[in-house]
């Protein structure tokens, strides 16, 4: 459910002015997403649990949305050349594998959720299909918590340390409200099995108390979000890491029409030249000296 928080240049794709309104858009949209889960969960408390349930799979679809678009916008930043991975690890445990495995898990917690919605209209339950859905309802979070560890797992060479503590202001909420999520999740599964409930019944108190601490987390992480975007729209490139390994090297190559093999080629005949290049030692001051007297 959380979202890729990158410092990475790849991530400047297509023209500045579109770029800039795709990426306060994905913001906002998950500020509003967060607001949207948040609801959700307040709305268990009340007598309209079904209508609480029906916010949270909108928040959950908006994630989605925003998490593919982090994904696209990732791979769009390198011309969706999966190969430099090969050359930056990074590229692939996070840019790549982060806003995937959030959007899996965003998936799966929409399908568990939308199961136990269907099985309370038919108004009577299938215990198995009841059970998946909770297993589905501990999967999501499980892999939100994986990709919130990836996102932190991040290595900063060029950025400052106020981009710094504006990446870890970001993703530590994000972490700490998956793993609310995560635990909540569990938790409600060993208290059902004590019980035969079936429908939106299934989903206990103790997993709505965390789910809305957790939504709460993804709230507050979704703001800083905001001022990270904004700041790094203002340096717009300057100050962000670059791809490792010799990636952004090749990349540039690659754009340019020309394979680095020839671009090797190229320096080594260049070398060659400048070796074969006759050594010219200068004249002596006092030789021009003589020179000139005689």
């Not at 309104?21 to 709305?43: C, D, K, Q, T, W």
């Not at 530590?172 to 998956?178: A, H, R, T, V, Y």
């Not at 059902?192 to 939106?200: K, V, W």
């Not at 939504?215 to 962000?240: A, T």
Request: include cysteine; proline fraction near 2%; charged fraction near 15%.
């Amino acid at each position: 459910m959380v979202k890729l928080a990158s410092a990475r240049e790849s991530r400047l794709y297509g023209r500045r002015l579109a770029r800039h309104r795709f990426e306060y858009i994905n913001a906002g949209l998950y500020v509003f997403a967060a607001i949207v889960l948040l609801s959700g969960f307040v709305s268990q408390f009340s007598r309209e649990a079904n209508s609480g349930l029906i916010l949270m799979i909108i928040g959950l679809g908006l994630f989605l949305v925003v998490n593919v678009h982090d994904l696209v916008a990732h791979m769009a930043g390198i011309d969706y050349r999966l190969g430099l991975m090969e050359f930056d690890l990074q590229l692939g445990l996070v840019e790549f594998s982060v806003p995937f495995v959030q959007a899996l898990g965003s998936i799966l917690s929409f399908l568990g959720i939308l199961f136990l919605l269907l099985q309370e209209g038919k108004g009577h339950g299938y215990k198995k299909q009841e059970w998946h859905a909770l297993n589905m309802l501990v999967a999501g979070p499980v892999l939100w918590v994986l990709g919130s560890v990836h996102n932190s797992c991040q290595i900063y060479e060029r950025a400052d340390g106020h981009v710094q503590i504006l990446q870890q202001s970001v993703y530590i909420p994000f972490l700490m409200g998956s793993l609310l999520f995560m635990v909540g999740s569990i938790l409600n599964c060993h208290e059902q099995a004590r019980y035969h409930y079936h429908g939106i019944d299934l989903l206990g108190t103790t997993w709505v108390w965390l789910g809305m601490f957790g939504s709460l987390l993804l709230l507050i992480g979704g703001l800083m979000n905001v001022v990270k975007v904004f700041k790094m729209q203002q340096m717009d490139g300057l100050r962000l890491e670059k791809l490792r390994g010799g990636a952004q090297e090749r990349l540039i190559s690659e754009r340019e029409g020309q394979v680095p093999l020839i671009i090797e080629e190229q320096r080594r005949r260049k070398v060659y030249v400048e070796d074969s290049l006759p050594v010219t030692f200068p004249t002596p001051y006092k030789d021009v000296l003589v020179g000139g007297h005689s």
